[in-house]
């Protein structure tokens, strides 16, 4: 894969993340933070579906399987080194699992599951009358 592969797969995690990341920043400040969390799980899930779904339609540079890992990393180094390290000045956030575990598992499931909706979409059916 080349430079320009790679990067707009990392872009379309990077847009993600950054979604994730406002979405619990705005929560904070307008709710509890346990509010905040539901909100930025079932959010992460929404985005990184909408956000696969562009992704796999448009470009599919990589397998299903490898886009979900490479923006699950992605999400997790920005949370850990950004984030953890330099935002909150700790790693707390990593002990809640509806602050970040669910919505990883989250994020690599929906990005698996849309890869192979597309790549099944884009296969020739009997039902659609080709043959």
Not at 4 to 24: P, S
Not at 32 to 50: E, Q, W
């Amino acid at each position: 894969m080349n430079v320009i592969k790679t990067a707009i797969l990392l872009v379309h995690a990077f847009v993600g993340w950054a979604l994730c990341d406002a979405t619990i920043g705005i929560g904070m400040a307008m709710t509890s933070l346990n509010n905040a969390l539901i909100v930025h799980a079932i959010a992460a899930l929404i985005f990184f579906a909408c956000i696969s779904l562009v992704y796999f339609r448009c470009f599919h540079y990589t397998s299903p399987l490898r886009t979900a890992l490479v923006f699950l990393a992605f999400v997790i180094a920005m949370d850990f080194f950004v984030v953890a390290m330099l935002i909150n000045r700790s790693f707390e956030m990593f002990t809640s699992p509806l602050g970040t575990w669910i919505p990883f598992a989250s994020i690599l499931a929906v990005t698996y599951l849309a890869g192979n909706l597309i790549q099944l979409s884009k296969k020739p059916s009997l039902i659609r009358g080709n043959r």
